[in-house]
């Protein structure tokens, strides 16, 4: 039996705050996360090589055969039918990054234990059809042709669940895709540039408008008239409602009422509070620049729609205002009038007029009490990896110094 490994590389500070509590490839791009997309597109179980801290919840397996998979690339055919043709001791490349490896028993062990594992005999990829997440504004820039993709794989030689006739199909209604148990009524979808996909148990409530491509997930709610643009994906139970452009949910979150949310990425366990507006546009239409964790300073993102990406169990308050391209690290609680700075560091509290330190104890009875409602457990692992966090990002708040 082969085992995939897909490993975290220099890429995963790039995509803080989001990998702060996972590995890159439980990102989520399109409909399935990384991880999902390898596991079907190779039909076997993965495992990780990540960061020390979370290696309890996220384990390595490996045997005889390895493939050791970069955890920022996607899946292609093109990708999938190389990979499937490897040989031992060879390995693909990308310039000098490592996408790929097959490697024996002997080898992966020599890597576990930071031993040279000898020279791989090393194929460049230049031409193969694939893309990989580099940084944080790639999970929404490539997020539509991700859904597409994701689409095509999870629905081929399937037949949908039934739409209703009171919604109101503007395209081509096959690519209108209802998994079991999927409630939708009174709702338009316009698939002419993309496909639309309801997870198992979803519901879209009366007066939706939304456009493909688009993708929620399981037990995920739009909640009345909801306005949802292409590019956007709600992972396993959220709820959403009001203006949402290009934007996706990783899980668990909420932006349950109006407000606008453009090119941004959401964690999981997050809440936008009634009338939460980002901007995604600077009113000199320049390009927008972005807190960087990996050059510690804001850097150019080349992008001139870039919202906000905010981390695992943040939430703002009602009528809280966010300026283009903020980073909001884990566990910050947002509130007050006006805007607050554009990067605000893990459990922070505060906004505008200024923060303090979000104590772990009362940010982790929060959270106990939010998960509960979705009956997942708050357990000893994920009080380990946040106290982490929570130690790793003190240099970031400045007035605990």
């Not at 059809?129 to 095509?152: Q, V």
């Not at 306005?227 to 709600?234: A, D, H, Q, R, V």
């Amino acid at each position: 039996m082969t085992n995939i490994i897909l490993f975290d590389n220099e890429v995963r500070d790039r995509l803080l705050p989001l990998t702060f509590t996972r590995p890159v490839c439980e990102l989520r791009a399109g409909i399935l996360t990384i991880r999902e997309k390898w596991e079907r597109w190779l039909e076997c179980p993965v495992s990780y090589i990540t960061q020390d801290y979370l290696a309890e919840r996220y384990e390595i397996d490996h045997g005889a055969e390895n493939l050791v998979i970069n955890g920022s690339v996607l899946p292609s055919p093109q990708l999938v039918r190389l990979i499937r043709q490897m040989d031992f001791n060879e390995a693909y490349l990308d310039g000098e990054e490592l996408i790929v490896a097959k490697l024996d028993e002997e080898q992966i062990d020599r890597l576990m234990n930071d031993e040279d594992i000898g020279e791989l005999k090393g194929q460049d990829l230049a031409g193969t059809d694939y893309y990989k997440i580099n940084y944080l504004w790639d999970l929404y820039t490539h997020n539509g042709r991700a859904i597409k993709d994701d689409f095509e794989l999870l629905t081929k030689g399937r037949k949908s669940q039934p739409l209703s006739n009171n919604n109101r199909v503007v395209g081509d209604p096959k690519l209108v895709f209802l998994e079991e148990g999927a409630k939708v009524e009174c709702a338009t979808f316009n698939t002419e540039d993309g496909p639309v996909y309801i997870g198992k148990d979803a519901t879209v409530m009366e007066g939706c408008l939304v456009r493909g491509p688009f993708a929620m997930g399981y037990k995920s709610v739009l909640k009345m008239g909801a306005k949802i643009y292409s590019g956007t994906t709600l992972g396993p139970q959220c709820k959403v409602g009001g203006e949402v452009n290009n934007s996706v949910f990783i899980g668990y979150s909420n932006k349950g009422h109006d407000g606008f949310l453009g090119n941004s990425v959401i964690g999981q366990w997050c809440n936008l509070g009634a009338d939460t507006n980002n901007s995604n546009l600077k009113n000199n239409y320049d390009q927008v620049k972005l807190w960087s964790y990996a050059d510690g300073r804001f850097v150019k993102t080349g992008q001139q729609f870039c919202g906000l990406f905010m981390g695992d169990h943040s939430k703002t308050a009602i009528n809280t205002m966010l300026n283009t391209g903020t980073v909001i690290g884990v566990s910050a609680n947002v509130f007050g009038e006006g805007f607050p700075r554009n990067f605000i560091p893990s459990f922070s509290w505060g906004g505008k007029q200024g923060f303090q330190t979000y104590r772990t104890d009362r940010a982790f009875e929060t959270m106990e009490r939010v998960m509960e409602r979705r009956n997942v457990p708050f357990d000893v692992q994920e009080r380990l990896i946040l106290l982490r966090v929570f130690e790793d990002t003190v240099k970031y708040r400045s007035w605990d110094r």
